[in-house]
């Protein structure tokens, strides 16, 4: 024991000398291998409990628990009951009725109910509902408040700079409704049961099931009844399986089913990085600073004078939180893969300058039904694969005005990471899409992933944020508890970390801890060691808003975002 006791103090007094080297000299690749390699044979508080980490075939206390879960067949599956899931679904069982045709539609969703996981800001383009649900006036869709004027400013440290919003920027509202997108989202839920979709919420899709053959063959639900340190509970029941020929996966924003399927078939290989903001007051996360807080910033914004007269005297009455995918018409990867489509926010069909997605998003799921509709109610299907792959999708959306119109704007974001900055990319805009629509003959590209944007913290100036007030800027706390986010307490952490180590060893050391302030829940603390020396991650994974803002930005890419038990999550009643 005691020599081992021996080189383990080595190992750690190595690891401290590293850290002060990455901080001041070496590559944070080099330090990575380093670091590994050293990390295990030094012990590291254990945090991550989850069965993706710790598998359960290696544990002995699920040694003699039934691991048989029940399957179910439907003709589609859809994952994610937001605007791309449930218009995919509406216009699948349109489809079934005017060819008299028998097709089983299920959709399942992580929400206790459909639309509670849904924020957005919204301000609505009709466009898509008015070719899906033409007569939605009548059936009493939620859009009662037209847009009548638009107001852009740019926004000084005291005053602001007007921005006129001439016809045919993309900023222009005009048309458009504002609108509680998860009340919208709920409406689109019951059109869609009318029609005979069946909806699952409170069940979320955790894995995805392979044939042997490679293709997609369907996904299984989450088991619930696990306890927080990963053994099982006497209530744990297994999850279900739902098996079909083509499942659409339209989970959102960096969905985490999709980052499985864009490793296992290369979907990213010819496309961008996607990059991405969190939906507080649109705050880009390829920021540098590691002491940037989106939400101090939101805070902040608001005692602007110019914005502040607006808030004045209301009460704040509820929180939420979301990361949007910002990548744009370069970073959108391939969509179709045998078995399966992607859809919606999760390949990414926001339009950045219109800060809009969800249009888009229901035109993609519309498009999708109409290409796998023949195919999965063919009498015979000769296909290569056991799961159908639908080529069609894809060359729908590339014919279709969601590809014109992302296409069109495709330079505007990027052309701000420019030595002009900001002034450089409104100019940009003003000329080559005011003038010439998006029409130049060349792509610009983004700056990378933007995980790999902090800068080490010893070259960054700590931000000294003022005191919430109380009655326009607010703690964090106190805001989430206006989330509504519930979760059952005793199961593993939803955040999973590949490594327990590398959080203290490589952003505390490095980074000076972003995650405790990048994520806009209080997930994340550091706090001190029970023997007092050195710092350990906390995770509250019950505040967790779902935001998946901590997958994106860790500098490590070491936070995995799982689905945790169906149903947990945030309420957002209509935001």
């Known amino acids: ?251 959102g924003c960096h969905g985490h089913l999709a980052k499985q399927l864009y490793k296992q078939f290369n979907l990213r290989e010819n496309c961008e990085p996607q990059t991405y903001a969190i939906g507080l007051k649109e705050v880009g996360l390829d920021y540098t600073n590691p002491y940037l807080s989106p939400f101090r910033e939101f805070q902040r914004w608001k005692h602007h004078p110019f914005v502040a007269p607006t808030l004045e005297g209301g009460q704040r009455i509820a929180y939420g939180a979301r990361a949007l995918n910002e990548g744009g018409f370069q970073s959108i990867p391939k969509l179709t893969f045998p078995g399966g489509l992607l859809i919606g926010c999760s390949p990414g069909f926001m339009n950045v300058p219109k800060i809009k997605g969800t249009h888009t998003a229901m035109k993609s799921g519309s498009l999708a039904a109409e290409a796998i509709f023949p195919k999965v109610t063919a009498e015979s299907v000769d296909s290569e694969t056991a799961g159908l792959h639908v080529h069609e999708y894809a060359d729908n959306m590339k014919n279709s005005w969601v590809w014109k119109e992302l296409y069109a704007v495709r330079n505007i974001r990027p052309s701000f990471h420019n030595y002009f900055g900001l002034y450089g990319g409104m100019l940009y805009t003003g000329i080559f899409y005011w003038v010439f629509r998006g029409k130049e003959p060349w792509t610009l590209k983004h700056c990378g992933l933007d995980a790999n944007q902090l800068k080490p913290a010893k070259d960054c100036t700590p931000i000294e944020y003022p005191k919430p007030d109380g009655k326009i800027s607010f703690d964090l ?54 023997t007092g020396d050195g710092m350990r991650l906390q995770i509250n994974a019950q505040n967790c808003v779902h935001c998946k803002t901590c997958d994106i930005k860790d500098p490590s890419q070491n936070i995995n975002w799982v689905v945790p038990e169906g149903g947990g999550g945030p309420a957002y009643n209509g935001m």
Request: glycine share 8%; proline share 7%; charged share 25%.
């Open 477 to 530: 706390l106190s805001s989430v508890a206006l989330s509504g986010t519930n979760h059952e307490g005793d199961q593993p952490p939803h955040l999973t970390l590949k490594d327990d180590s590398v959080p203290v060893a490589r952003n505390l050391a490095i980074y000076d801890g972003p995650e405790q302030r990048f994520c806009p829940a209080g997930v994340y603390e550091y706090v001190p060691l029970e």
């Open 1 to 251: 024991m005691f020599p081992a006791n021996r080189y383990s103090c080595q190992a750690h007094k190595c690891i401290r000398a590293l850290q002060k080297l990455q901080v001041e000299h070496v590559a944070p690749q080099l330090y990575t291998t380093l670091h590994r390699r050293l990390s295990s044979s030094v012990s590291a508080p254990r945090i991550t409990t989850h069965y993706t980490i710790h598998p359960r075939d290696k544990d002995p206390r699920w040694e003699a628990i039934e691991m048989e879960r029940f399957v179910d067949e439907a003709d589609v599956v859809i994952v994610g009951g937001g605007p791309a899931g449930l218009s995919a679904a509406i216009r699948l069982k349109q489809l079934a009725n005017e060819h008299e045709k028998e097709l089983r539609v299920c959709l399942v969703e992580k929400a206790s109910q459909i639309g509670a996981h849904t924020l957005s800001g919204a301000c609505l383009e009709p466009s898509a509902l008015n070719e899906l649900i033409p007569d939605w006036k009548e059936r009493g869709a939620p859009l009662n408040t037209p847009v009548t004027e638009d107001v852009f400013s740019i926004l000084t440290e005291k005053h602001r700079i007007p921005v006129p919003m001439l016809p045919g920027l993309p900023m222009r509202n005009h048309g458009n409704y504002i609108v509680r997108l998860g009340n919208f989202v709920h409406w689109l839920g019951e059109q869609a049961e009318e029609l005979g979709v069946e909806l699952y919420p409170g069940y979320a899709a955790s894995e995805v099931l392979f044939h042997e053959d490679g293709s997609v063959k369907g996904i299984a639900t989450n088991d619930v009844g696990v306890a927080k340190d990963g053994s099982p509970k006497d209530v744990f029941e297994r999850g279900m399986e739902l098996h079909a020929k083509v499942t659409l996966f339209g989970e």
